[in-house]
């Protein structure tokens, strides 16, 4: 009998050692490579029905990126989950992979919901992106975040491209992005998790948390998000031994200037949920904790999600419907925003004093942290964001075919468009790119346009058989303005999609247009006035022959219509 049962206490010594993971084995030094996650994954696909893992489209790295769902009664329709009134979490992993604790904490949960040490509620169910920068994650070494406290070894933040994967959501240069697009486009999600670790300042929080800018969001939805969702997650980390504070966005400024929201637009994970009235968390681990720390920590906010999310199933399924239904109906959308700087909270901040040493560096003064001297206090937190450039909704926009790779990412987001049968000419509103900067230096591999004016006019506008007309009717409402109002902070101007326009195709040369250009002023007295007013005006452009010349020319129908014409015309009427 004793024999008996030594093995099978040796058996299932066994047994928890071969579930346990990289970190745990590793007594929390360890994160799992790519290839040891996804193994570990089909294994519990293989062995509890509660799970299935999926590819989902593939990265830059060549790989397929993989979805992992997770559903108490074994079936893994999201369109069903949504009609069963199930809240859809989406969770997402290593896109940074440098910062890789949400690797490790979803493992470990998804395993202890399938041998059922966690019990998941009946009303919801969940997706995980393992790994999402998959290129990035093969790139291991030890030396690319510096000060970070573990794990041994890690992956690198940029992916096969060397882009960063959270500035991608809306531009898609990567395959990664678009395959993101299916995921999240398939499951809608309620609720969204990306999960990173932070640097900055130094204080005694393990985690902290970005959450979707409330503005952005429907008023009720972000509303309850605030006062009522939210809360219940700082409160319930607080249960579980973790205080937890928003994402502190200062390094070494005082607090007693308080913190700022962080502002998401649409480049963003965060941001890009928004949009489809996704409520989205940005949980950033604090990178001078252990480890091991920063993976529990990180596990709890998952597993306090998940029980808030089940006690409050049938408000935010109400609230999120409302707000898809006044999305389709929203006349105006502001497309851009600014901190208020009068309206604030307070927040409870665990922080340690500074002080000034000097440095064993540089020989000089030097602040740190001294963690014998930790304080707490209530700082001013400012969450409220005064909007501004709203844009009225146009009944349609209208896009010729032309402009493929915007028209393909429109598909990619489920935005319905149609197609003409046959050439058409209509009265639309067309907008003229007036003024714009391109930044200097690269950005994510584009030199982003900025300080974008623009001028409408109405115009009879010929479109052929094929092009597209997006009628504004639909839940993709938010993320069309976004993107297609040329003066939005990520819109696909601003990210040099239709650059092509700003480039004058057809020219002159002075000496011949110079005959046909006093033609011009002869037969036309209104470009003969504009001319002879910008001369009184501008002393330089009265002696500049050539400068003369270029304005009749762009005032006479010689000069080409689409030379800076925006090429997505608004349906007004």
């Known amino acids: 009998m004793k024999r008996f049962l030594l093995f099978f206490a040796m058996f299932t010594l066994q047994k928890t050692q071969a579930q346990q993971t990289p970190f745990e084995k590793s007594n929390g030094l360890q994160t799992a490579t790519y290839f040891q996650a996804i193994d570990w994954y089909k294994n519990l696909d293989k062995k509890y029905n509660q799970v299935l893992v999926k590819e989902m489209g593939t990265t830059d790295a060549g790989y397929p990126l993989h979805l992992v769902m997770v559903s108490n009664d074994g ?14 979490i989406l969770v997402n992993n290593g896109i940074h992979p440098g910062e890789p604790d949400g690797i490790d904490a979803s493992m470990m949960l998804v395993r202890d919901i399938a041998v059922k040490k966690i019990i998941l509620p009946e009303n919801v169910a969940l997706a995980f992106i393992p790994v999402y920068n998959i290129g990035g994650c093969l790139n291991r070494g030890s030396t690319s975040r510096v000060n970070q406290n573990g794990p041994l070894e890690y992956g690198f933040r940029g992916n096969s491209q060397n882009l960063d994967l959270n500035r991608d959501f809306t531009k898609c240069d990567s395959k990664e992005a678009k395959s993101f697009t299916q995921i999240f486009q398939l499951l809608d999600p309620d609720i969204f998790i990306d999960n990173h670790v932070s640097d900055g300042a130094d204080y005694q929080h393990t985690m902290t948390l970005l959450t979707t800018q409330y503005d952005k969001l429907s008023a009720d939805l972000g509303g309850w998000l605030r006062d009522t969702f939210e809360p219940q997650l700082y409160k319930g980390m607080e ?84 707000a898809k239904a006044e999305t389709i109906k929203e006349k105006s959308w502001p497309l851009s925003w600014s901190i208020d700087t009068i309206k604030h909270t307070l927040v409870t901040f665990k922080g340690y ?27 001013k937190f400012y969450n409220t964001f005064n909007p501004s450039n709203f844009i009225t909704t146009p009944k349609a926009y209208i896009i010729p075919q032309g402009w493929y790779a915007v028209i393909d990412l429109l598909k990619l987001n489920n935005v319905i468009l149609k197609q003409f049968n046959n050439d058409t000419v209509m009265n639309v509103e067309a907008y003229k790119i007036e003024e714009y900067k391109s930044l200097t230096r690269p950005y994510e591999k584009h030199h982003k346009n900025n300080s974008v004016k623009t001028s409408a006019s109405t115009q009879k506008i010929k479109f052929l058989k094929g092009d597209y007309i997006v009628y504004l009717n639909q839940p993709a409402n938010r993320y069309l303005v976004e993107m297609l109002e040329p003066t939005g902070d990520d819109s696909f101007f601003a990210w040099n999609f239709f650059d092509a326009i700003l480039q004058q195709k057809e020219g ?40 003369q010349l270029n304005f009749i020319y762009k005032n006479s129908s010689y000069y080409e219509p689409i030379h800076n014409r925006y090429p997505v015309y608004r349906l007004v009427k």
């Open 75 to 88: 079936k893994f329709d999201a369109v069903q989950w949504h009609k069963q009134n199930k809240i859809v």
């Open 239 to 322: 249960d579980k031994k973790w205080d937890m504070v928003p994402y502190v966005n200062f390094e070494t400024a005082s607090p007693d200037k308080g913190m700022e929201m962080f502002f998401d637009p649409p480049r963003y994970s965060s941001g890009y949920a928004a949009l489809f009235q996704t409520i989205a968390f940005v949980p950033e681990t604090h990178m001078l904790k252990p480890f091991k720390d920063r993976v529990l920590s990180t596990y709890a906010l998952m597993q306090t999600v998940i029980e808030k999310a089940a006690i409050n199933a049938i408000e935010l399924i109400k609230q999120r419907s409302k």
């Open 508 to 547: 002159y040369s002075d000496y011949r247009w110079d005959d046909v250009a006093a033609e011009i002023l002869k037969n036309n007295p209104d470009i003969k006035t504009k001319l002879n007013e910008k001369k009184k005006a501008d002393s330089k452009f009265a002696a500049d022959a050539s400068a």
């Open 353 to 379: 004093e500074q002080a000034f040493k000097p440095s064993d560096a540089t020989g000089l003064q030097r602040m740190y942290y001294d963690r014998t001297k930790p304080f707490t206090q209530q700082i």
